[in-house]
Each structure stands twice: as structure tokens, then as C-alpha cells.
């Protein structure tokens, strides 16, 4: 089990990566149903290979820093954030996080449909490990900057998906966390509401939180971070100045 401890972690390091690597088993074809998958692996006549989603990472990420994650899809992006969610375990190396950690890399992935927006709310608050008494307290925020007061007790189902996403950032973002991971989800609702949202992260900055961001969207790295990397088929290429790796990034892709 690779060592999570904060041992010999300098007191200005948010986020540690040491030679870490991910490695997934794939099957080397389809397989249409459970059924047959089922019938084949009790045959032995899958075949499978090893896929590296990452492969001897190593970053360090300070306190208090905007930093970009950059890469096509498939670069391994995502598979970093989860590690750092404490989602997956390396199969090598070490990763270290100082602290609560917000990961916002799918909006409301815990709500019901069927659920009104004040359940979904409390359900969600428990999901994210805080208790009813707490939620209580932080319930009328929520649904102030979800901008969702009339809309709070229908099911979540009649929602659209920017008032689904809204409800999810304002649950996710109301407590200051240590750590705040944002994974492709600052289109969120109107641009008004889009605004808000950056103004909510960059408050964060200012109380001194770390934050992560995946974007394809190159101006939203160069206005918010300080740093970035460049991830290509789950190797870390370069990491600097943001409108430097972001040069680099350019210069790699075909023409």
C-alpha cells in the first residue's frame, strides 16, 4: 500500500507525487454483455493487457497555487484528479494531500432524480461526510447561490441540466476547502452565473487554498493559474509558466 503519511512534507507543499503510476487491465476485445463476459471469464478466454493511465509521475503542487492540467482526452488527466480524491490507489509510488479535499469532477454525481432539490441537498451533504445538523446550517446558502428558491422542493428530474450542475457546484463549494479539484465544469449555467463561480474559487485562492483545474479551454488556464502541466498518454512532459506549457502542448499536435 503506497504511504499517504505527511512525514517530511514541507509545511508550503500541498500536493506530493512520487513515481506514480496507474495501470489498468483491459480486455484485448469487445464483449458485448455481462452474460458473455460472464461465460468467457469462467472459460479463461478473456485476454487482457496492461494499459498505464500513468506512468512515473512526479509533481509537487504548492499551498495556495492555481494550477492546470493539460492534455488530450485520454492523457491521463483525470486518473491524476482521482488519485488526488484518494478515489484510486497508485499501484506505484506515493501520494500525498494536505487536507479536505472538494473534488468537482461530475457535478451532482451523488443526487437522485426522483429526490426534490432539499433532499438531494441533505443527501449530498452526507455523501460529502457532513452531518444533518451541519447541512441544516448551510442549506439556505446553498440554495441562494444555486439561485434555485423556487425550484428547491421539485424532483430533481424536472430540472435542467444548468440548474442540475448549479446545485452541485453551490453544495460542493460551500464549505473553504483545503483542496479543490475542477474537472471541465466552469460552463456552468448562464455567464453571469459562470462569473460567480470563478469569483467563489478565487475567493478560495485568497483564504488559501490549493486548486486544480482541467480545462480544453487554453484561456481559462492562462487567466486562472499559476502553474501548469501537460500530461501526454499518461507521462508527465513538462511543467512551468502556463502560457509556456501551453506553447508546448501547440507544438506537439499535428498540423
Known amino acids: ?13 500541498s500536493i506530493l507525487l512520487e513515481n506514480v503510476s496507474v495501470r489498468y487491465r483491459v480486455p484485448t476485445e469487445g464483449i458485448g454483455t455481462f452474460k458473455e463476459y460472464a ?20 509533481l ?55 429526490l426534490s432539490g432539499r433532499e438531494n441537498v441533505f443527501l449530498n451533504g452526507a455523501v460529502l461526510g457532513f452531518s444533518y445538523a451541519e447541512m441544516q446550517s448551510k442549506f439556505q446558502s446553498i440554495v441562494e447561490f444555486a439561485e434555485l428558491q423556487d425550484f428547491i422542493d421539485a ?31 466552469l460552463a456552468v449555467g448562464d455567464e453571469a452565473f459562470q462569473r460567480k463561480c470563478i469569483e467563489r474559487i478565487m475567493g478560495f485562492r485568497e483564504q488559501g487554498s490549493t486548486i486544480l483545474i482541467i480545462a480544453h479551454n ?9 502553474r501548469a502541466a501537460w500530461l501526454h498518454h499518461g507521462v508527465l512532459q513538462t511543467v512551468g509558466e502556463p502560457g509556456e506549457v501551453i506553447e508546448c502542448y501547440r507544438a506537439s499536435q499535428p498540423h
Open 155 to 185: 424532483p430533481l428530474r424536472t430540472y435542467s441540466s444548468g440548474m442540475y450542475a448549479r446545485l452541485g457546484f453551490a453544495v460542493a463549494t460551500d464549505t473553504r476547502p483545503d483542496v479543490l479539484l475542477i474537472d471541465e465544469i
Open 60 to 114: 509537487t503542487v504548492k499551498r495556495g497555487e492555481v494550477f492546470g492540467v493539460i492534455g488530450h482526452n485520454g492523457a491521463g488527466k483525470s486518473t491524476l484528479f482521482k488519485l488526488i480524491a484518494r478515489v484510486l490507489q497508485p499501484v506505484e509510488g506515493r501520494v500525498v494531500v494536505r487536507g479536505r479535499v472538494a473534488p468537482l469532477l461530475e457535478l451532482g454525481a451523488g443526487f437522485h432524480p426522483e
Open 39 to 58: 461465460i468467457r471469464w469462467i472459460q479463461r478466454k478473456i485476454k487482457k493487457v496492461d494499459f498505464w493511465a500513468l506512468r512515473g509521475v512526479n
Open 1 to 13: 500500500m503506497p504511504a499517504t503519511s505527511l512525514t517530511a512534507l514541507p509545511e508550503d507543499v
Open 218 to 226: 487554453m484561456d481559462t488556464i492562462r487567466m486562472m493559474c499559476q
